[in-house]
């Protein structure tokens, strides 16, 4: 995209009142192929850990995970930030 995936704030946020961790069998963390998300052992959570694996614009992992447990940035919002580190 022309800007370094370090600047780019695109990454799962995870809504604690809505991850139940898949009841013990955590559904984004297994679908994700990049390492984006941990399990941190005390107390037991999902975890974005490494947020700039994260696929911009890729939001796949919402499909496989509990209703609004994971959210996404305003893609139009991330879109024209990118642009704008582009000078367009």
Not at 10 to 38: E, M, R, S
Not at 45 to 51: A, D, I, M, S
Request: charged share 25%; proline share 9%.
């Amino acid at each position: 995209m022309g800007v370094s995936r370090k600047k780019i704030p695109w990454a799962p946020k995870i809504d604690y009142n809505q991850c139940n961790l898949c009841d013990g069998d955590p559904q984004c963390f297994k679908f994700c192929p990049h390492d984006v998300f941990t399990i941190e052992k005390e107390p037991r959570k999902l975890v974005v850990n490494k947020p700039n694996h994260c696929v911009v614009f890729c939001r796949s992992c919402r499909r496989v995970c509990a209703p609004n447990a994971l959210s996404f940035p305003n893609k139009a919002e991330i879109l024209k930030m990118i642009k704008q580190e582009r000078g367009f």
